[in-house]
């Protein structure tokens, strides 16, 4: 610990971001980095506790609490703060394969879990991740790294979001071929189509895809398992099969009109709008535009928030987005005390920018949609909702009652349903054969990540439901170490 009393001397800062209404005019990345001496003090921070709850990974009353991925974080931030950057690396590396990522998308339960944060503000862990692989890449010490001895063993990864390509990341550095499939022309999954560029920039995700191609990874885009590549080839070609292909199914809104025009899931519009970005600029029109449109984003989490964001490029009129839940506190409850995941009021980017530019948060809590109404031609041009308060139905379940009086009509030409996703879809399931479990989720256990079909397992939203980035990573490391136990008798693999 090189600094006993830096968590005393020092105040928490994080670096700036470009200002709201300067950065909703392109799609670049908005966050500024501190310089070197900045990032040694924000290290010195860290207090090595005696338990560090920051890297636990455990769940507590429903959210987790530290970082799944039991990153090293007082170890890194001790590094940070002497000036060994690469020795930085090599910790943050030895449990994320993707610290970029993470660095950039992650909700930070570590830094939730963070004892500073007990009485005071948490180490600026996020940053701090983000720091030194920023730093490793620009330093070129961050190179394909190919294993050098090869077992002859063919592995199939189906998907390459972050579960995915953790999961062929390990097996390669185990010597195994592996062979990722990819139903979308481009590989990352949600890291590439489902996170806006200004939040996480598609170069950085491409960077470390190269990467893992030059380690021997094989990767085959346009290409959707059990319809361009049939089950019977899956299984009789490989010695194992990884299912990573994530929690795609999007929860609906089943209320009248919700068939006429204008109406779409969040994930087709953002899938399409940073496909059109990257294929011509947007300059091709393949994309759901809201420009000049009045927008209502149904769903307060992040999804929601980048729909927000990306509607406000594109040049819409107005933007709201409406939230069934209540307003989070702005302070911990009673009910929520340190080290759970703290459950309070966050503005986002998209609420920033909103804010900005049209004087006020776009979110509206406790908000039922009750019905869409349409124009002569079907299409969308209202969104009819009532006011809600949240009381004890059976069982003592919180349930949402309508308040009298409260009903409002909002002009929309574009609704976007950002309700989160309700599980995998079906069609290479069933053809497989493989168990669910009550949630609809493919059926294996934690630590095991076995299916029930021979030599397939299932890693990251497929196996667990919707959940973060840094959870399926975990969970394609875990399945990589359990295939390569099944391979070959035994792992090395973390």
Same mark, same amino acid.
């Given at each position: 610990? %090189?600094?006993?009393?830096? /968590? ?16 909703? +005019?392109?799609?670049? $990345? ?33 959210? @987790? ?17 002497? %000036? ?7 910790? !943050?590396?030895? #449990? ?54 090869? #077992?002859? +063993?063919?592995?199939?990864? @189906? ?50 895809? &190269?990467?893992?191609?030059? $380690? ?15 089950? %019977? ?35 087709? /519009? ?13 300059? *091709? ?65 998209? =609420? ?14 406790? @908000? ?6 349409? *124009? ?10 009532? =006011? ?6 059976? =069982? &003592? ?34 053809? !497989? ?15 095991? /990540? ?45």
């Amino acid at each position: 610990m %090189g600094k006993p009393t830096g /968590f005393m001397e020092y105040q928490r800062q994080l670096p700036g971001d470009r200002e709201p209404l300067e950065r909703i +005019k392109d799609w670049n $990345e908005f966050h500024y980095q501190f310089e070197e001496e900045q990032l040694k003090i924000q290290g010195a921070r860290c207090m090595e506790c005696g338990t560090p709850y920051c890297h636990t990974g455990v769940i507590i009353n429903g959210a @987790v609490s530290g970082c799944p991925l039991n990153n090293l974080i007082p170890e890194w931030n001790d590094l940070i703060y002497r %000036g060994l950057w690469r020795e930085a690396l090599e910790r !943050l590396h030895k #449990t994320n394969n993707f610290p970029e990522f993470t660095g950039r998308v992650c909700p930070a339960p570590c830094e939730g879990a963070c004892t500073c944060g007990l009485h005071g503000q948490p180490v600026t862990i996020k940053n701090n991740e983000c720091a030194i692989i920023d730093r490793a890449y620009e330093e070129g010490w961050v190179v394909p790294r190919p294993p050098a001895i090869r #077992t002859g +063993k063919k592995i199939a990864v @189906v998907g390459s979001g972050p579960s995915g390509l953790a999961a062929a990341a390990q097996l390669n550095k185990a010597g195994h071929w592996v062979t990722v499939f990819e139903r979308a022309d481009r590989v990352g999954g949600l890291l590439m189509y489902g996170i806006p560029n200004m939040k996480l920039d598609k170069k950085i995700v491409q960077r470390r895809i &190269d990467i893992l191609a030059a $380690e021997g990874i094989t990767f085959v885009t346009n290409t959707e398992v059990g319809k361009d590549f049939p089950v %019977g080839r899956l299984l009789g070609e490989f010695d194992a099969v990884i299912l990573c292909g994530g929690s795609t199914k999007p929860r609906d809104l089943p209320v009248e009109g919700r068939n006429l025009q204008g109406i779409h899931f969040a994930m087709e /519009f953002l899938k399409a709008n940073t496909k059109s970005l990257l294929d011509s600029n947007l300059e *091709d029109g393949n994309y759901i535009s809201a420009a000049g449109k009045d927008v209502v984003v149904i769903g307060g989490g992040d999804t929601g928030t980048d729909c927000v964001a990306t509607a406000i490029r594109h040049g819409c009129r107005s933007v709201v987005q409406l939230e069934i839940m209540p307003q989070p506190p702005k302070t911990r409850a009673a009910d929520n005390p340190w080290p759970q995941f703290p459950r309070v009021l966050k503005v986002d980017y998209g =609420q920033e920018e909103a804010a900005a530019l049209y004087g006020a948060d776009p979110r509206q809590y406790c @908000v039922m949609t009750k019905r869409f109404v349409g *124009d002569e031609q079907g299409r969308v041009k209202e969104v009819h909702t009532v =006011q809600v308060e949240w009381v004890k139905g059976p =069982q &003592d379940r919180l349930v949402p009652q309508e308040i009298p009086g409260t009903e409002k009509v909002w002009p929309a030409q574009l609704v976007l349903l950002a309700m989160g996703f309700v599980g995998p879809e079906r069609q290479l399931l069933d053809q !497989l054969g493989v168990e669910l479990d009550q949630f609809g989720n493919v059926k294996a256990d934690f630590g095991k /990540f076995r299916t029930n079909i021979p030599k397939v397992f299932v890693a990251g939203d497929m196996r667990r439901g919707q959940s973060l980035v840094v959870w399926a990573i975990r969970e394609g490391r875990g399945a990589a170490r359990e295939c390569d136990r099944f391979l070959m008798g035994n792992t090395n693999l973390p």
